[in-house]
């Protein structure tokens, strides 16, 4: 009778096959957009702490969180209604407007943590302006924040006469909000963690969320399955204001102050930067809220890493603009390769 071969090796002696590093990280990089945002992150305070070794000192950090913290509590917001495939170009204002609704409440002898709330409450006022405009007078919502933009400038410097306020509170509202420790924010920085960790729940794991990425994703399908497309677009300009408006209270806080011409349209555009730099798509329809946390760092990593270099200010705001058209360019066709199930 034949026989077969005797074999080399039986089966369970074959050696395993290992996995190929590159190709899980392949496989990392386009599941995850937050990996090659990490990624870069690292590479890039590697670099400047190479190039300046104060850029790890304790005190330069410190600067770092001021910037990244405030401006990734901004971006949580405004990445919600970016998602949806809108804009917000007020919250930067809002930022300014907020701290002074406080302050004046306080003064008429509102209850400070009230006098928060109401500060708060403007900001919401503002998103559901903005969002009733765009949704209910079908205005682009570039046009809407435009305008609330200017209203919301001039409204604050009317009220404050230009003039800087200094609030008082009990030192344990201080703490909560504008806390210090060894001259390390530590308030703002947890604020910022609790936000991101929140709104990514929120925008992963509850209906909301899924409304709001279908909404952005597929407008008319969105509403074909029955998705209050109204509700998910004001809720969410609501919101980004509120978020704006928290920002604006807890940099008051911290530098026990408030200025009718901080905030702006700098930290409005940064905050749409981190979202996109995070991997958010300007288009709508998809984005996380993890991800414009770590834009908001990277790009305070770049700002204080150049400054710390001796870099022209101009020269940062050059390598932004590429920055954030070069993220765009990869977000837009890595989507197209996870639609074609090129991450498989």
């Not at 990445?79 to 407007?97: F, H, R």
């Not at 002898?109 to 969002?131: E, R, T």
């Not at 709104?199 to 969320?209: A, P």
């Not at 204001?241 to 011409?261: E, K, Q, T, V, Y």
């Amino acid at each position: 009778m034949p026989t077969e071969p005797p074999k080399s090796v039986t089966e369970s002696q074959a050696t395993p096959k290992r996995p190929n590093r590159l190709g899980v990280l392949g496989r990392l990089f386009l599941h995850s957009r937050e990996a090659s945002i990490l990624i870069a992150g690292i590479v890039l305070v590697i670099y400047f702490q190479s190039t300046a070794p104060v850029f790890l000192s304790w005190s330069n950090i410190a600067n770092l969180v001021v910037f990244a913290a405030t401006i990734a509590i901004i971006a949580a917001g405004e990445t919600m209604v970016v998602i949806t495939g809108e804009m917000d170009l007020s919250v930067g204002m809002v930022y300014a407007l907020a701290p002074f609704v406080m302050y004046y409440a306080q003064q008429a002898g509102v209850p400070y943590v009230l006098a928060i709330v109401l500060g708060l409450g403007a900001g919401a006022v503002v998103g559901l302006i903005n969002g009733l405009i765009t949704v209910k007078l079908q205005i682009p919502s570039f046009i809407t924040t435009l305008g609330t933009l200017f209203m919301i400038n001039g409204f604050t410097l009317t009220i404050s006469g230009g003039v800087l306020v200094r609030p008082e509170a009990d030192p344990l509202i201080f703490a909560i909000f504008g806390g210090n420790f060894a001259g390390f924010p530590i308030s703002q920085l947890v604020w910022a963690i609790v936000i991101t960790a929140l709104f990514q729940f929120i925008l992963v794991k509850t209906r909301w969320g899924l409304h709001t990425v279908a909404t952005g994703g597929n407008l008319l399908g969105a509403a074909e399955v029955g998705i209050k497309i109204a509700q998910i677009k004001i809720g969410n300009f609501m919101l980004c204001s509120m978020l704006g408006a928290f920002a604006g209270i807890l940099d008051c806080f911290r530098i026990s102050s408030a200025d009718p011409l901080a905030g702006g349209t700098d930290y409005m555009f940064r905050a749409t930067a981190s979202a996109v730099i995070g991997g958010t798509l300007l288009t709508g329809g998809s984005g996380t809220i993890i991800g414009a946390f770590l834009g908001a760092a990277v790009l305070g990593i770049l700002s204080d890493g150049f400054t710390l270099s001796g870099v022209s200010a101009y020269t940062f705001d050059m390598i932004l603009g590429a920055a954030i058209l070069i993220t765009m360019v990869i977000n837009v066709r890595l989507s197209k390769l996870r639609a074609a199930g090129g991450g498989k």
